[in-house]
């Protein structure tokens, strides 16, 4: 696998379901990211991960629980979503300078949730 | 706070049309400036990274330009082909770090 992977590809859950996101970057990054996007917005930075330590945190509501165990994969844990949260959940990973300085984001394919 | 704008929302032009795509952003102390493509339901590609101190950069028959002082972007498509339907992105970073703001985007469309 090259790039940046997301499974599941879709997923639809009902709202006291539990399920977990997955995304697993192969290009040696150290930086790592879940953006959120909904019909008709912007695409949404909801957490950053730089070199393992959660950065940022945009308000994000608790039912959304990410998990970085090491620098090429990332989770989004999802408990008692709302049907609102039906969005595109996209990963992405970049090369982050001691300066803070960013490259290039390289993005997932996504995964499509669907909140019943 | 820093806001990214994109204007057309959406496009549409024959097979083989030079377009311009516009990014504008309100804070001009940018570290750079992304373009991403993005093909419907699917993740973004990255098109061309431009940094603070360039003035345009080049990728075959794309060409983006900056012009921080204005605050503002283009793309640039030259002899456009069905194959570039999709929405372009623009993304500037958050502060000076690398935390990107998107634009709503412009949906192309290119018709043969």
């Known amino acids: 696998e090259t790039g940046v992977t997301q499974t599941p590809r879709h997923l639809v859950m009902g709202m006291t379901n539990k399920k977990s996101l997955k995304c697993e970057q192969h290009l040696g990054h150290n930086a790592m990211y879940w953006y959120k996007q909904s019909a008709k917005k912007p695409l949404e930075l909801m957490f950053v991960?730089?070199?393992?330590?959660?950065?940022e945190n945009n308000s994000v509501p608790s039912r959304f629980s990410p998990e970085c165990p090491n620098s090429s994969h990332l989770f989004l844990h999802l408990h008692t979503l709302q049907p609102e949260d039906s969005a595109l959940y996209l990963c992405?990973?970049?090369?982050?300078?001691?300066?803070?300085?960013?490259?290039?984001?390289?993005f997932g394919p996504g995964t499509r949730l669907t909140v019943l | 706070k820093q806001e990214v704008t994109q204007i057309p929302a959406a496009l549409s032009v024959p097979e083989g049309e030079n377009l311009v795509l516009n990014c504008s952003f309100t804070?001009?102390?940018?570290?750079?400036l992304q373009w991403f493509r993005q093909d419907p339901g699917k993740g973004l590609t990255s098109l061309l990274l431009i940094q603070s101190s360039q003035r345009e950069q080049t990728s075959g028959r794309l060409n983006a330009s900056l012009d921080k002082s204005s605050g503002r972007s283009t793309l640039y498509i030259a002899a456009s082909q069905p194959g570039d339907s999709a929405t372009y992105l623009c993304a500037v970073p958050m502060d000076s770090s690398y935390k990107l703001i998107f634009g709503s985007g412009t949906r192309l469309l290119v018709r043969p």
């Open positions: 992405a990973s970049s090369q982050v300078g001691t300066s803070g300085g960013g490259d290039t984001q390289y």
């Open positions: 804070d001009s102390a940018i570290y750079n």
């Open positions: 991960y730089n070199f393992k330590e959660q950065t």
